[in-house]
């Protein structure tokens, strides 16, 4: 009996295996996420740390990389005067785009870029970012961060729809209906889905325990909050009748001997251990009507 | 990226982040939500309200010890949490069978990752959970006793009952083979 092969042959062989997760969980999950934690998608750090996603549209990055540096070449040439062939080259990048640039800078506030923006997009084509940093001496650096990391939050978003070719006003229908401070100041949101999630236990504080399947016995429940619990219940001089720990636990209205417990009431401690926090006792007094 | 680096720009709700740490995780813990619900369906399920409870909670992770492991330990709350609409007790009180563990045959040492889980996966619901609970998670009878509800006599004695029912199925197919 005291052979642990059988433990180690299903730990060995199991406590690391994987499966092949259904396709659309992430999107669930992704999706369920919105509503309690809304994205703030301050994606300030480079493409190359994106992660996955970032490897699958980094192809559209580079787009808008390439519509950055456009659209930056497009503001230099109108304050300062610079040589044709970097408007040639622009449109010669525009050309590349198919199109598709023209759409992705249209919400872009000329002062809310800064040549940092386009030279962080490493796909860039060198040359023309180079060209672009040192055309843009002239632009004054924009003093508030907020609006540069709100404004890069908008290129991740508009990324994947930069790859349909006939998403293109819908991006900018989106970015144009989008303001820029939600995605930045969702606290308030957070607040609610913190409140919401406060450990709770839940219980029915009569019983009547007749044998006819209604309240019979004594159960609490726990929220999403609660890790777990244990339930005492005493009676009125404190002596303990029936504890349990686990969420299908319950009292079914007998004493320790097995015998019915007279009518009136009872005192019910719940001590709660919430998923985060500390655990806290939750003293309640039940009623038993026989 | 390193797992630190991953939790702190999830903590700012960087979806991408998020999903990175999904995909890091989500292959093994699938497989630990099949092993508890005893099928897909019902796995995915967990797995993805696991996964919430993850994003959402990540803020009370202390950062101590492993990801893996915090991560872990959530998703069999989670399982053990959806496996109560099923009524393990009842079950349990109903499996009256012998627990007496006969010879180890020598070919189940070659049992592969597949079969294992095949039979972890046709135990009935309360031996699969505390099978799983204490076999490969590791947790004591004294911890199951309090996840599960139930004494901690019940956890051991259904705990050799699941394992005599493997080690029965085990044996059944070794003959198999050798006959």
Known sequence: MKDNRIEELFRNGLQNSESDVPAGTWKAIENSLESMLPATGAASQPASSLGALGKVIIGGIIVSGVALTVYLLTIDKEITTEPASLVERAIEVKNETTGKVEAATKFQEPNSIKAESAVRQPAVKETVSQEVFSSNDEIKPLADQSEIISTEAQIVEALPKLKEPVAENKIAETVNNEPAEPILENSAEQIVAENSLLPEVSFNDVMTPNFDNVNDIFRVEGNEAVMSFTVTVMNLNGKVIHQWSAPNGFWDGRLENGQMAPSGKYLVDIFVQPLKGAPYHKPVTIKLIR | ?179
Not at chain 2, 38 to 55: C, M, P, R, S, T
Request: hydrophobic content about 40%.
């Open chain 2, 1 to 179: 990226m390193t797992d630190e680096q991953l939790v702190k720009q999830c903590l700012e709700n960087n979806r991408n982040a998020q999903q990175e740490l999904f995909e890091k995780y989500s292959r093994k813990m699938m497989s630990l939500c099949i092993r508890y619900a005893g099928n897909e369906d019902d796995a995915k399920d967990i797995l993805q309200e696991g996964f919430i409870k993850v994003f959402i909670h990540l803020k009370d992770y202390s950062g101590n010890g492993n990801l893996s492991g915090w991560i872990k330990s959530i998703m069999v709350n989670t399982a053990l949490n959806f496996l109560k609409k099923s009524v393990y007790l009842t079950e349990m009180v109903q499996m009256e069978e012998g627990y007496a563990v006969s010879g180890i045959a020598q070919s189940e040492s070659r049992l592969g990752e597949q079969e294992l889980m095949k039979l972890i996966r046709s135990l009935p619901d309360g031996f699969r959970t505390i099978f799983n609970l204490f076999a490969i998670e590791g947790y004591t009878h004294k911890e199951i006793a309090h996840m599960m509800g139930i004494s901690e006599n019940t956890s051991k004695t259904q705990y050799l009952r699941a394992r005599a029912r493997l080690q029965k199925m085990i044996n059944a197919k070794s003959e198999k083979v050798i006959a």
